[in-house]
Structure formats: C-alpha cells, structure tokens
C-alpha cells in the first residue's frame, strides 16, 4: 500500500512539473512592432507609387446655377501650391479628379456670364471630398 501511495504521489508531482514547465502548443503572445518610419513605396499596375499614408484625395464637384442648368463652357477644379488645374464639367455639372493633393487647397469654378468661385478647403489624405458649387450671375456693371 505504501509503495501504491508512493507511486500516485511521484506521478502528481511528475504531471506538475510538466504542466508548469512544458511546452504549450499556443505561441505566447507578443506586443505587434510599432513601426517609427513610414511603410515602403510599392510601386501600383499602372507604374505609378503608392505610400503607406495617403497623399492624395478624390475630389468630385457638382456644379449648376440657382435654377439648376449647367452653364455651357463651365470649368472647375483646384488650386494647390500656386497651380490652377481646371477641366471643363461635363453636362450634368460633375468633375472628378482622383490625384489632388493633400492639405489646403482652393476649389474654383469659372463659367461665361458667372461669377467666379473660389473656395478654400482643407483635404484629408484618404477621405473622398464632395463638393456642391452653386454659379451665381455676374453683375453688369454700371458705367457713368
């Protein structure tokens, strides 16, 4: 019986030890590696280099009167760092340009017979922009 007892209490004694000092088969769990510089460029299908943290933004504009129409002629677009980069707007009114930059821009609308529209905004890299501009008409000046 002693030797019974022995026996139960070496193997008790045994299966602790393992327990406490085996090897699980779950990884044990690590803090991800916060990383201090930028991801790398890789380069995207069409040539052109995408970075981890986005650059540019997708910019659409709806353009249109008080009454609605789209003037003949209208052109929209932006001003960044000093460049205008107008388009004519097709003939509901709507431009879209996928690569403006990011940061403090300049939204501009010019149309014949339409006052000019300048609207500043501040683009966010990765946030699609929308951007409702209503032409107002141009008033005749009077002369003396």
Same mark, same amino acid.
């Given at each position: ?12 004694? @045994?299966? !602790?030890?393992?327990? +406490?000092?085996?090897? #699980? ?7 991800? %590696?916060? /990383? $201090? ?42 001003? @960044?760092? !000093?460049?205008?980069? +107008?388009?004519?707007? #097709? ?7 996928? %690569?403006? /930059? $990011? ?42």
């Amino acid at each position: 019986m002693r030797l019974l007892v022995t026996l139960a209490v070496s193997i008790a004694l @045994a299966w !602790g030890v393992w327990t +406490l000092l085996g090897t #699980d088969d779950e990884p044990e769990a690590t803090m991800p %590696d916060i /990383p $201090t510089e930028p991801p790398p460029a890789t380069p995207t299908a069409n040539g052109t280099v995408r970075y981890g943290i986005p650059t540019t933004v997708t910019l659409v504009m709806l353009v249109k009167t008080e009454g609605g129409n789209v003037p003949q002629k209208t052109r929209a677009g932006y001003r @960044a760092g !000093g460049d205008d980069r +107008l388009r004519t707007v #097709d003939r509901d009114g709507k431009i879209m340009f996928t %690569d403006v /930059p $990011t940061g403090p821009v300049t939204l501009l609308v010019r149309a014949p017979g339409y006052e000019d529209i300048e609207q500043k905004r501040y683009l966010t890299g990765g946030v699609r922009a929308d951007a409702v501009l209503t032409l107002k008409p141009r008033q005749a000046s009077k002369k003396p």
